[in-house]
């Protein structure tokens, strides 16, 4: 039958959606719009931020209450995300979709919303494997046993799925699709202000407001020595849809430095910056598609960090780094992430210029590792055929 006549005499169908990060509310948003292309009397709800809620998601609850790192991080909001776990057990009830779509996030999806919607025997589509390469595998096992449909978006997942008997989707990366910034490098430093003289420093301190807290005074002491060495400097900050401007912005008023922050248009930001200090996660891909030179930090509560130590089981951790499949820019983790050596690593790629062009080479490359453009589309094409 074709897909016209099927849409005409489809009934309304309803699917509930989760993403409980910026980056999935990104891809989240993404697919929705692909998946109503194809049936635009499908009805979504869930968990997810402003991008999925404008694409036509109605929320249960916004993703920036869900956003938490660390084992002590989610030890501290336990009884916020009991709560929300309540609410989606009871919409799974009263709402009765038809299908359920899991975006990453796999604490949470993994261990309560997949388990009760298998009970309730709704299909489960699961978007953007969490990173099981890097540690805990051993839960391809339980997501083969939860799991109908997974997608995956980096092309060695597939074997990695393969190795424990689960067949999955490879639909390529869907930064490839959105990683476009609507100005030049020289239009984008006019439209904010910024003098095009200047090197451009970017500070990206993650979407969740404990990385912030972490991450952001460290990169402002950078900010600061790079001040004192390099005359002239200026910093951005490409802010995040999950965070409050406020909470930024009284972080940055603790300092000596002034740093514009700029809302809704991060990839134009990003593409203004001769360097990025980053937090590690989606950020680091996105900047390595524009080809931007960085340096890769993160920090985490010590006994989260001692706990990932002995069960992750990559070298690298930033996703440039990953998919590069050798260390292209350098990282710096835990006590390492301090305002010294981030500058120090920042002097050194700003004052080589063939390292800086070596740099941008390598991260030029990991597009062509990446597939092709269209991941959502596709995606949404299987989401949509488990109707």
């Not at 930090?297 to 690298?316: A, D, E, R, T």
Request: charged letters at 25%; aromatic letters at 6%.
């Amino acid at each position: 039958m074709p897909l016209e006549n099927k849409k005409q005499n489809a009934k309304s169908k309803t699917i509930m959606i989760i993403a409980g990060e910026a980056s999935g509310d990104m891809h989240g948003a993404s697919l929705v719009r692909e998946m109503l292309r194809i049936d635009p009397s499908l009805n979504f709800y869930g968990i997810g931020g402003n991008r999925m809620q404008d694409a036509g998601v109605k929320l249960l609850v916004n993703a920036a209450e869900t956003a938490v790192v660390g084992l002590t991080e989610v030890i501290s909001k336990f009884g916020t995300l009991f709560r929300i776990i309540r609410q989606v057990k009871k919409s799974l009830d009263e709402m009765k979709p038809e299908l359920v779509i899991l975006i990453d996030y796999p604490d949470f999806n993994l261990n309560f919303v997949a388990p009760a919607a298998k009970k309730r025997n709704i299909k489960i589509f699961y978007y953007i494997s969490p990173q099981v390469w890097a540690w805990r595998k051993s839960r391809i096992n339980k997501i083969k046993r939860l799991v109908d449909k997974m997608a995956v978006i980096l092309p060695f997942e597939v074997d990695t799925y393969a190795a424990k008997g689960f067949v999955v989707d490879y639909v390529g990366h869907p930064l490839l699709d959105l990683v476009k910034p609507a100005y030049s490098k020289q239009e984008s430093r006019k439209i904010f202000d910024l003098d095009e003289s200047k090197t451009t420093i970017g500070l990206l301190p993650g979407s969740r407001t404990s990385e912030v807290i972490k991450l952001l005074p460290e990169m402002l002491k950078t900010a600061e020595i790079l001040a004192q060495k390099i005359p002239d400097i200026q910093f951005v900050l490409p802010l995040a849809d999950t965070l409050e401007e406020n909470m930024v912005n009284e972080i940055i008023s603790r300092f000596t430095i002034r740093v514009k922050v700029i809302g809704g248009h991060t990839y134009d930001v990003i593409s203004c910056m001769d360097l990025g200090i980053v937090a590690s996660g989606t950020a680091t891909l996105e900047t390595a598609l524009l080809g931007v030179p960085m340096i890769i930090i993160y920090k985490i509560s010590p006994l989260s960090y001692f706990i990932g130590k002995l069960i992750v089981n990559v070298k690298n951790i930033g996703l440039a780094n990953i998919i590069a499949g050798k260390t292209v820019v350098p990282e710096l983790i835990q006590n390492e992430a301090s305002g010294e050596n981030i500058a120090q690593e920042a002097l050194a790629i700003l004052n080589n210029a063939e390292r800086r062009k070596q740099i941008i080479e390598e991260l030029t490359a990991i597009r062509s590792k990446l597939g092709n453009p269209g991941a959502a589309i596709r995606a949404a094409q299987l989401a949509y055929d488990m109707l």
